[in-house]
């Protein structure tokens, strides 16, 4: 089963999160959803598809996907995933052993998941070993507001659709303080601030964030792989800190762990070099005492990876699901949590094919 062609595909869904347009992605106004498919088609007829990770990058892993990636995986045996992350990785590193490289690998990476799932007719889940949960608990990851009056209202939102846990992407007192003073005590409320600070002002604001009892603390620190600056964050504020969602591959993260900076590992299956490399992540994690969360703040076929990874690896917590709400996606009716859970795909590989017409309707022109 050869790999004859290798496809990215870039879709945009229009996408709310109940705020004004910010900067928090990037310069331009975040009205739309990307999301980054890879199609990977082999010679016995099997089709899967892959995400990688996209948002404000999507046209740079595209041409990494058509360009690097796919040269040197077309004739391949598609059974082979190891072999050929493997090969990726190491034909491919004085390109970048982080960022777009890493993302179009990973995206191609899952693709060739799903080719073995649909080939061996069994979910992706069971293919890595089992399925310990057929529902996964979600935290609904709020977007960034600003003002402590739409974080609080968007709280009570969540909390009325069912999620047990609320996550803040906010960086001040105010606005924790709001979220706390709506989602009562004892409820699973997270913080996480995308990397603004040195090690010294993060500490300042870890200890401000302690009244609130913050789950985790997310990425306090620039740049996120100093891993010093945040064990001394860490050890020094008695705050529980979670990173990972910037690193690349299984060795930044035994780094990261040695260093003793975190408490909970978030790897993203569609940037850290896809699923194989997640499972070395969890290995590591377990290994080192720390949690899983992974990232996963998109809704394509790295959201199904991400569920079929948590369902077949004991002791991995919430997932990540974006308080957003997108106009549609890939991953039909498993985007949608129940209770503020998510049922985890029973068909073979990912569970869900993206449907023609949404191709046909999304995909990006330019
Ligand atoms: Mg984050």
């Given at each position: 089963m050869i790999i004859e062609r290798v496809e990215a595909i870039i879709l945009d869904f229009p996408f709310q999160y109940g705020a004004n347009s910010t900067d928090f992605i990037g310069p331009a106004p975040w009205r739309h959803l990307s999301t980054l498919l890879v199609r990977v088609e082999t010679s016995a007829g099997v089709t899967?598809?892959?995400?990688?990770?996209?948002?404000?990058?999507?046209?740079?892993?595209?041409?990494?996907?058509?360009?690097?990636?796919?040269?040197?995986?077309?004739?391949?045996?598609?059974?082979?995933?190891?072999?050929?992350?493997?090969?990726?990785?190491?034909?491919?590193?004085?390109?970048?052993?982080?960022?777009?490289?890493?993302?179009a690998i990973s995206g191609l990476e899952i693709a060739l998941w799903d080719i073995a799932g649909k080939v061996a007719g069994?979910?992706?889940?069971?293919?890595?070993?089992?399925?310990?949960?057929?529902?996964?608990?979600?935290?609904?990851?709020?977007?960034?507001?600003?003002?402590?009056?739409?974080?609080?209202?968007?709280?009570?939102?969540?909390?009325?659709?069912?999620?047990?846990?609320?996550?803040?992407?906010?960086?001040?007192?105010?606005a924790v303080r709001?979220?706390?003073?709506?989602?009562?005590?004892?409820?699973?409320?997270?913080?996480?601030?995308?990397?603004?600070?040195?090690?010294?002002?993060?500490?300042?604001?870890?200890?401000?964030?302690?009244?609130?009892?913050?789950?985790?603390?997310?990425?306090p620190v620039f740049p996120p792989e100093d891993h010093v600056g945040l064990a001394r964050v860490r050890h020094q504020s008695g705050v529980s800190i979670a990173a990972g969602e910037n690193h690349c591959t299984s060795f930044q993260f035994r780094d990261m762990f040695a260093a003793g900076a975190v408490d909970y590992a978030q790897p993203s299956v569609t940037k850290v070099g896809g699923i194989g490399e997640l499972m070395k992540v969890?290995?590591?994690?377990?290994?080192?005492?720390?949690?899983?969360?992974?990232?996963?703040?998109?809704?394509?076929?790295?959201?199904?990876?991400?569920?079929?990874?948590?369902?077949?690896?004991?002791?991995?917590?919430?997932?990540?699901?974006?308080?957003?709400t997108v106009e549609a996606s890939t991953s039909g009716p498993w985007i949608a949590p129940q209770n503020g859970a998510l049922a985890v795909p029973t068909g073979a590989g990912l569970g869900h094919d993206p449907e023609p017409e949404l191709l046909r309707e999304y995909q990006r022109r330019t």
């Amino acid at each position: 089963m050869i790999i004859e062609r290798v496809e990215a595909i870039i879709l945009d869904f229009p996408f709310q999160y109940g705020a004004n347009s910010t900067d928090f992605i990037g310069p331009a106004p975040w009205r739309h959803l990307s999301t980054l498919l890879v199609r990977v088609e082999t010679s016995a007829g099997v089709t899967g598809w892959g995400e990688a990770f996209s948002y404000a990058c999507a046209e740079a892993v595209k041409a990494a996907l058509e360009h690097m990636v796919a040269p040197s995986v077309i004739g391949r045996d598609a059974a082979d995933i190891a072999g050929i992350a493997r090969h990726c990785q190491q034909s491919l590193h004085l390109f970048g052993r982080y960022g777009i490289t890493l993302f179009a690998i990973s995206g191609l990476e899952i693709a060739l998941w799903d080719i073995a799932g649909k080939v061996a007719g069994q979910p992706l889940h069971k293919l890595l070993g089992g399925a310990s949960r057929e529902r996964i608990p979600a935290y609904a990851s709020l977007l960034r507001y600003g003002d402590p009056e739409w974080v609080a209202e968007h709280c009570k939102s969540a909390q009325d659709a069912g999620y047990a846990a609320v996550k803040l992407h906010e960086t001040t007192e105010p606005a924790v303080r709001a979220a706390r003073e709506t989602l009562g005590d004892g409820v699973p409320l997270m913080i996480d601030v995308n990397c603004p600070w040195r090690p010294q002002e993060a500490l300042a604001m870890a200890r401000a964030f302690k009244a609130y009892e913050p789950t985790w603390l997310e990425e306090p620190v620039f740049p996120p792989e100093d891993h010093v600056g945040l064990a001394r964050v860490r050890h020094q504020s008695g705050v529980s800190i979670a990173a990972g969602e910037n690193h690349c591959t299984s060795f930044q993260f035994r780094d990261m762990f040695a260093a003793g900076a975190v408490d909970y590992a978030q790897p993203s299956v569609t940037k850290v070099g896809g699923i194989g490399e997640l499972m070395k992540v969890a290995i590591l994690a377990e290994a080192a005492a720390v949690s899983l969360m992974p990232h996963s703040p998109y809704f394509g076929p790295g959201w199904l990876a991400t569920l079929h990874l948590m369902a077949a690896i004991p002791g991995s917590g919430y997932i990540e699901r974006f308080y957003g709400t997108v106009e549609a996606s890939t991953s039909g009716p498993w985007i949608a949590p129940q209770n503020g859970a998510l049922a985890v795909p029973t068909g073979a590989g990912l569970g869900h094919d993206p449907e023609p017409e949404l191709l046909r309707e999304y995909q990006r022109r330019t």
